[in-house]
């Protein structure tokens, strides 16, 4: 059968269809709760060396469906490769997380020379998985959100309350927005660049937007994550984006009219049943199932699963966690999840 005419539950989803059991995958599916996955990063020699190795990080892809048979594949790579691509050093150290360098607190950005080509390899692993990948499943590319990858930017690593951006974005508002934009260029380009390799529909990530003023949110969030999708749909028209503005809480309403994304991503901390009421009928969502109960298992696990299931019954609804699966989670508990989505 020709490709084009075979069902892809999760996309005719995210196209606004409703299906019964939902179509499921999870945040982070490939990664270190797998064995076969700490095998290869530990042949590879760190996460970088198998980011860009499109042979090693396509099997990282496949890996997860292989083994548990969800509905999407999300690229395997990372949200920090823009700023890779932009001209900062990156390095994940073990058990450190990532570092970039230099710091946009100590140098300006045009100081960075730009290495656009740096993210040819992930292009190539999108041609990879696409032509390996079964063609019921999904194909789902990523790119994170101006706020979130300029916090890496700026403080050079992950920060707690991310103050120093913040400040930077009072301080100096012009060169922060012309940060914003230009992470906002690249991920356009980016994006569209997955596409034409082969994925089926993006996810973007903003994993820090519950940090912010309702003004910073403004600026920071809603209004380059809105451009980017207003870009991105006038290059790609028909291919749907997720947006993910985890933490947004209250604000989950305004996100999803302002950047008008395809479908909304909820994280655990959402009740379902709220966004069920203010979100527009009809609007997809993905959720949003709290990582920890995933971990923990049994009733806790049981319980959440036909909760999420029940409230978004009338409504198209992916099934996910509301952020990443956790490194320590049990292959049964994945398991035992499917079982329950799919029951
Ligand atoms: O979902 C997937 O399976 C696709 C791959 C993916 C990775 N990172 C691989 C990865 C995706 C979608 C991301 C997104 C990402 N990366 C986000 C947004 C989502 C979120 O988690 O909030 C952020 C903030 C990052 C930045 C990042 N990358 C951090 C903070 C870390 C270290 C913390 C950690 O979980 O290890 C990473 C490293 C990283 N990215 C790993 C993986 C599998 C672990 C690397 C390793 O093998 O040690």
Partial sequence: MPAATVDRPLLAV????????????????????????????????????????????????????????????????????VPWAMGQDLTFGAGEGPRLAPRLVDVPLESLEPRHERLEPVYETVRQVRAALSPDRTFLGFAGSPWTVATYMVAGQGSKDHAETRFMAYRDPERFTRLLYAIAELTVEYLVGQVKAGVDAGQLFDSWAGSLSPEQFGTCVLEPNAWIIREFRRRCPGVPVIGFPKGAGAKLLAYAEATQADAIGLDETVDPRWANEVLPAGLPVQGNLDPLALEVGGEALDRAVGRIREIFRDRPHIFNLGHGIGQHTPIAHVERLLELVRA
């Fill in 14 to 81: 995210l196209r606004g269809e409703r299906r019964d059991p939902p179509p499921v995958w999870l945040m982070r599916q490939a990664g270190r709760y797998l064995p076969e996955y700490r095998a290869l990063r530990a042949e590879k020699g760190g996460f970088l060396a198998l980011a860009t190795d499109p042979i090693a990080a396509a099997d990282v892809t496949l890996q997860p469906i292989r083994r548990f048979g969800f509905d999407g594949a999300i690229l395997f790579s990372d949200i920090l490769m």
